[in-house]
T-cell receptor, first 110, second 112 residues
């Protein structure tokens, strides 16, 4: 089993749609969680951290389920500009060694 | 305030050669890490430097080595290049004790 698993997609959705991505992780000692966005042939950029209580940033909502060891990202009212690859990142223990999922590709079409 | 800068942006090498990639961290960041990203995959952690020492290492062979300088900049060296080393090499920096990574645009290495 991979340490961090994501459905690679692609998720192909129309503008205005709501889309959700899940990411599972295997290390129960993982302590911090993030979603990064990576545009084609660009570097990853932090989208949002994921907190135990769940957190929201505009159209984006992230949630953590420690019992089931997964995190999720919900995007509401999708925009064309949301088209990108979304990377799930899990940090294990106190060493801050990040483990990346392979990413989920999102394509938002008119 | 300059972000993370990497050089060169693109390079082509042949099998068996050696390559050095360079990274300057974001101002105020003292921890630098390197990643290899193959096409269609997520970044894979190579190693992390803090206070000029390698602190953590991922599952990469000894052909991959690095260095951090007193000004926090860093180098990644890869010896005896293989075709499979072709990838985007990303450098990221962060202040120690925090989790958010700031990435450079990467160095795209092609090994022929």
């Amino acid at each position: 089993r991979k340490e961090v698993e994501q459905d690679p997609g692609p998720f192909n959705v129309p503008e205005g749609a709501t889309v959700a991505f899940n990411c599972t992780y295997s290390n129960s000692a993982s302590q911090s969680f993030f979603w990064y966005r990576q545009d084609c042939r660009k570097e990853p950029k932090l989208l949002m951290s994921v907190y135990s209580s769940g957190n929201e940033d505009g159209r984006f909502t992230a949630q953590l389920n420690r019992a089931s060891q997964y995190i999720s990202l919900l995007i509401r009212d999708s925009k064309l500009s949301d088209s990108a690859t979304y990377l799930c990142v899990v940090n294990g223990g106190g060493s801050y060694i990040p483990t990346f999922g392979r990413g989920t590709s999102l394509i938002v079409h008119p | 305030d300059a972000g993370v800068t990497q050089s060169p942006t693109h390079l082509i090498k042949t099998r068996g050669q050696q390559v050095t990639l360079r990274c300057s961290p974001k101002s105020g960041h003292d921890t630098v890490s390197w990643y290899q990203q193959a096409l269609g995959q997520g970044p894979q952690f190579i190693f992390q430097y803090y206070e000029e020492e390698e602190r953590q290492r991922g599952n990469f062979p000894d052909r991959f080595s690095g260095h951090q300088f007193p000004n926090y900049s860093s180098e990644l060296n890869v010896n005896a290049l293989l075709l499979g080393d072709s990838a985007l090499y990303l450098c990221a920096s962060r202040p120690t004790g925090t989790g958010e990574l700031f990435f450079g645009e990467g160095s795209r290495l092609t090994v022929l």
